[in-house]
């Protein structure tokens, strides 16, 4: 059954699947393409009668991950779309999730399986899920050679996806049944260190209203990696000021290629991260949690027992062991513990820690490790990035619980368990049997 609904910008058909409302693949954006490539975002225009959304779109061109299996979706820079997942109206104006996606700005996808919004529509929910611009092509290092051209080659491209995704839902999503006073922006990974950032930049003031961060990952906001990166792919092919144009003009996959050559293939190594560029970004994460202004925002955060297991290489198990540890503290604890201090001083601050790991993560030594936790938070156990998990009872009611925590606190501002406080730094542990513990500090 289709499902028709006027945007700002135009009529979108999708489905009905059951009981829940969906939408694949509206266009938030115009298309990066041609000479809007390595510009700032732009938003879709307005288009004349009714525009069919009920599949999704192309990712955003990417290199292959060692990390997870390529789902073969088709790439494309034309990819700046967003996906809905609705429950039926029933008059009321309904919670909205609107979730980013990590990958290290180098990798991933909104449509990816584990992030179908289902379970979330079934319990009353709105979820969104989006594409943003990766690699290089959201995180091209304008050297000079464009200026003159006509429109904005600025740092950050991606970022900017992002909050033209954020500015669509705002704008839209109340034609979809959703609550405009109620989002919740949602991230894991990358994804959870942009909702950190948008939490303190004037541009997003007002465009949520709670946060929920997963797993931030503490990377440096340096220029010096994407400077690199499109140094080298400049040099790659030959390109200075007086030929800039060729870069509009060359195809993704030239690109893309260029990129593989100095990245051994590998997504993670081609990493374009968010940079000072004194227009959105003016100091690091941790310098903007210290400093910046995120009063009023309610925050659901947390990390991973075993972050860094995906990270080392293998060796003796007390090395292993020493390894992971470092990591997952140096990386993920350290930011999230200073953003649970610094905003539990003005606001609600709920902390989580996901230490489940089936036998089949402990006999590889993966254990609880970097996203282990997003098919449990999803509920969605049978998807491609639970497969390892095997469903077992026990890994379903620890779904069950982590599914309704994050709807709970979607809603109302509140989990279901005590609110983190900086003298016992007390947060809630997600395992086989589940339970609030002191000392999140000892995890440092």
Request: hydrophobic residues 40%; negative net charge; charged residues 25%.
């Amino acid at each position: 059954m289709s499902v028709i609904v006027e945007t700002k910008k135009g009529l979108v058909e999708g489905f009905k699947d059951d009981s829940i409302l969906k939408w694949y693949g509206i266009p938030y954006a115009e298309p990066p393409i041609a000479d809007l490539r390595f510009k700032k975002t732009e938003a879709k225009a307005s288009w004349k009668g009714v525009l069919e959304t009920k599949t999704f779109s192309p990712k955003c061109p990417q290199l292959p991950t060692l990390i997870w299996k390529d789902n073969g979706l088709e790439q494309n820079e034309d990819c700046l779309y967003l996906n809905i997942w609705a429950p039926e109206s029933k008059g009321e104006k309904v919670p909205v999730i609107f979730w980013i996606h990590g990958g290290a700005f180098a990798s991933g996808e909104g449509s990816m399986d584990a992030y179908y919004g289902d379970s979330f529509a079934k319990n009353g929910l709105i979820l969104v899920t989006f594409n943003y611009r990766l690699g290089i092509f959201g995180g091209f290092y304008n050297l000079g050679i464009l200026d003159g051209l006509a429109g904005e080659y600025l740092h950050n491209t991606g970022v900017y996806d992002i909050i033209e995704a954020l500015k669509w839902v705002n704008e839209n999503i109340q034609a979809f049944g959703g609550d405009v006073s109620n989002i919740t922006i949602m991230g894991e990974s990358a994804g959870a260190t942009i909702v950190t950032s948008l939490m303190h930049l004037p541009c997003a003031k007002g465009l949520f209203n709670k946060a929920i961060i997963q797993s931030m990952s503490n990377l440096p906001f340096i220029d010096e990696r994407n400077y690199v990166l499109t140094r080298r792919l400049l040099d790659a092919y030959r390109l200075e000021k007086e030929n800039a144009t060729k870069l509009l003009k060359m195809t993704t996959e030239e690109i893309l290629e260029g990129h593989h050559k100095f990245s051994s293939g590998n997504a993670m190594k081609a990493q374009c991260r968010p940079v000072i560029d004194g227009n959105l970004f003016t100091a690091c994460l941790v310098d903007m949690i210290e400093e910046g202004d995120s009063q009023g925002i309610p925050i659901l955060i947390g990390t991973n027992r075993d972050e860094g297991s995906i990270f080392v290489d293998k060796g003796e198990e007390k090395t292993n062991t020493a390894g992971i540890k470092m990591i997952t503290d140096r990386d993920f604890v350290f930011a999230s513990r200073k953003l649970a201090i610094k905003q539990s001083k003005t606001d609600k601050v709920f902390v989580y820690r996901f230490d489940f790991s089936p036998e089949i993560t402990k006999s590889i030594k993966l254990k609880a490790y970097h996203a282990a936790e997003l098919p449990y938070v999803f509920n969605t156990l049978n998807s491609s990035m639970a497969k390892i998990i095997k469903g077992s009872e026990e890994a379903k009611e620890i779904s069950n619980q982590m599914h309704s925590a994050w709807i709970q606190f979607t809603r109302t501002g509140n989990p279901g368990w005590d609110e983190y406080n900086g003298n016992d730094e007390n947060f809630f542990v997600f395992d086989t049997v589940s339970h609030l513990e002191n000392g999140y500090s000892n995890n440092v």
